[in-house]
């Protein structure tokens, strides 16, 4: 199957790389490094070597004078490895250091002072629509989601549903990060129910019959894994009263419905309903990383229930979105949108829906989250997609 080219920038300095597994974090570092020095820890035996001798490192770069890059993927593996990176990063200066990970949890004390500076931070997300090109289906994408690993099987319902299975095989139960993974699962399968939601963790503890203690330990774990995302509030210059808790969002949509248990009594469009609104956090959530400029991703939500799902806030951009599950828009779906556009008169507010046309009601655009999605690309302002 031919390489898609993906919208990622990669540094001109040393950095890290981190994304979930199976986003192609690996794919794309071969493909753009071709000769670079290569240290794979996911290989049995060179995390057996490394793990034991992370001074081994030294010996390989000195024994390879010609290679000024050097690729470490899965650094979270052995950490201790950190310590012989810096050493090298603070007094050689031609070489080149790239290193990923699939959870922050190891990393964060060992790699504190080294990512302070001296590494800089990346981030690999599932597949963009518009990486896909033609190939890409929403139906499909809110099917399986778009992580590159599912996207590219020939048996995406089977290695999706293997997905999590290896996630508490190899991160969770492996490195011993929970003590009881039977109420880790539970808890996966329960903040679910979350996703696409303002998040209630008093809530999902008693669903879960835990502590509220134990649940935010475990929502930790789930984002130390790049597994889930929080969307906080839009609260800047606000104008009425606005609830405080953050929105909860699994990184892909696919791996969403997964996890989420299903069942007769389930109505399919509360299913369908918050899994194309996760496909769209996901997409923005890579339209900020991928950019130049610095954009944040936040929602909005008054306590009298006036909601909309999406405000990107930075330097070039200020722009409201509400997705909608539905062929047809009415006046009432827009007036959250005309809300939050009377209190701040300078956004670009616009409703991405299931239908095939692109309409002007009240001065809202109405378009097709198919095409939104399709023309979305780091290089282009929001506002600029949605004019078109």
């Given at each position: 199957?031919?390489?898609?080219?993906?919208f990622f920038?990669p540094?001109a300095?040393?950095?890290?790389?981190?994304?979930?597994?199976?986003?192609g974090?690996s794919?794309?570092?071969?493909?753009?490094y071709p000769?670079s020095?290569w240290v794979?820890l996911?290989?049995p035996?060179?995390?057996r070597v490394?793990?034991?001798?992370?001074e081994?490192?030294?010996?390989?770069?000195e024994?390879?004078p010609?290679k000024s890059?050097?690729?470490?993927?899965?650094?979270?593996?052995?950490?201790?490895?950190l310590d012989?990176?810096h050493?090298?990063?603070e007094?050689?200066?031609?070489?080149?250091?790239?290193?990923?990970?699939?959870?922050a949890r190891k990393l964060?004390?060992?790699?504190?002072n080294l990512?302070?500076?001296?590494?800089?931070d990346?981030?690999?997300?599932?597949?963009m629509?518009?990486e896909l090109?033609?190939e890409?289906e929403?139906?499909?994408?809110?099917?399986y989601?778009?992580?590159?690993?599912?996207?590219?099987?020939f048996?995406a319902?089977?290695r999706l549903?293997?997905?999590?299975t290896l996630?508490l095989?190899e991160?969770?139960?492996?490195?011993?990060?929970v003590?009881n993974?039977g109420?880790?699962?539970?808890f996966?399968?329960s903040?679910?129910?979350s996703h696409?939601?303002?998040l209630?963790i008093s809530?999902?503890?008693?669903?879960?019959?835990?502590?509220?203690?134990?649940v935010?330990?475990y929502l930790?774990?789930?984002e130390d894994?790049?597994?889930a995302?929080r969307?906080?509030?839009?609260s800047?210059?606000?104008?009425r009263?606005l609830?405080?808790?953050?929105?909860?969002?699994?990184?892909?949509?696919?791996?969403?419905r997964?996890?989420?248990p299903?069942?007769p009594?389930d109505?399919?469009?509360?299913?369908?309903?918050?899994?194309?609104?996760?496909l769209v956090?996901?997409?923005?959530?890579a339209?900020?990383?991928?950019?130049?400029?610095?954009?944040?991703?936040?929602?909005?939500?008054?306590?009298?229930g006036?909601?909309?799902?999406?405000?990107?806030?930075?330097?070039?951009s200020?722009v409201?979105l509400?997705?909608?599950?539905?062929?047809?828009?009415?006046?009432?779906d827009?007036?959250?949108l005309?809300?939050?556009?009377?209190d701040y008169?300078e956004?670009t507010?616009?409703m991405?829906y299931l239908?095939?046309?692109r309409?002007?009601?009240?001065?809202?655009?109405?378009?097709?989250c198919?095409?939104?999605?399709?023309q979305?690309?780091p290089?282009?302002?929001?506002a600029?997609?949605?004019?078109?």
């Open positions: 199957m031919a390489t898609k080219e993906r920038q540094p300095s040393s950095y890290l790389l981190f994304g979930p597994r199976g986003t974090k794919t794309f570092l071969r493909e753009t000769d020095l794979d996911l290989d035996e060179s995390y490394y793990l034991a001798r992370p081994r490192l030294v010996e390989f770069i024994g390879n010609d890059i050097i690729v470490i993927d899965e650094i979270q593996k052995v950490p201790a490895l012989v990176i050493q090298y990063v007094k050689k200066a031609d070489l080149k250091f790239v290193l990923t990970g699939s959870s964060r004390r060992g790699a504190a990512l302070a500076g001296r590494l800089l990346a981030s690999l997300h599932p597949f629509a518009a090109e033609d890409f929403i139906t499909k994408a809110l099917k989601g778009l992580v590159p690993l599912i996207v590219d099987s048996d319902t089977a549903n293997a997905y999590i996630y095989k991160e969770v139960q492996a490195e011993g990060i003590r993974t109420n880790f699962s539970r996966l399968e903040i679910s129910f696409g939601s303002v209630n809530e999902v503890a008693r669903d879960c019959e835990v502590s509220r203690k134990t935010e330990g930790e774990i789930l894994l790049l597994l995302f969307v906080p509030v839009f800047k210059r606000a104008k009263n609830v405080k808790h953050e929105k909860f969002y699994y990184f892909d949509t696919g791996v969403y997964s996890i989420r299903k069942g009594l109505r399919p469009e509360e299913i369908e309903g918050v899994a194309l609104e996760g956090a996901q997409h923005l959530r339209w900020c990383a991928y950019q130049r400029e610095m954009h944040q991703l936040y929602y909005w939500r008054t306590k009298s006036k909601e909309v799902d999406f405000i990107l806030y930075g330097e070039g200020f409201a509400e997705v909608k599950r539905t062929a047809k828009v009415n006046n009432k827009l007036s959250s005309k809300s939050f556009r009377e008169p956004v507010v616009a991405l239908g095939k046309e309409l002007n009601i009240n001065d809202i655009l109405c378009i097709p198919d095409d939104f999605l399709k979305l690309h290089d282009k302002e929001i600029q997609t949605i004019r078109g």
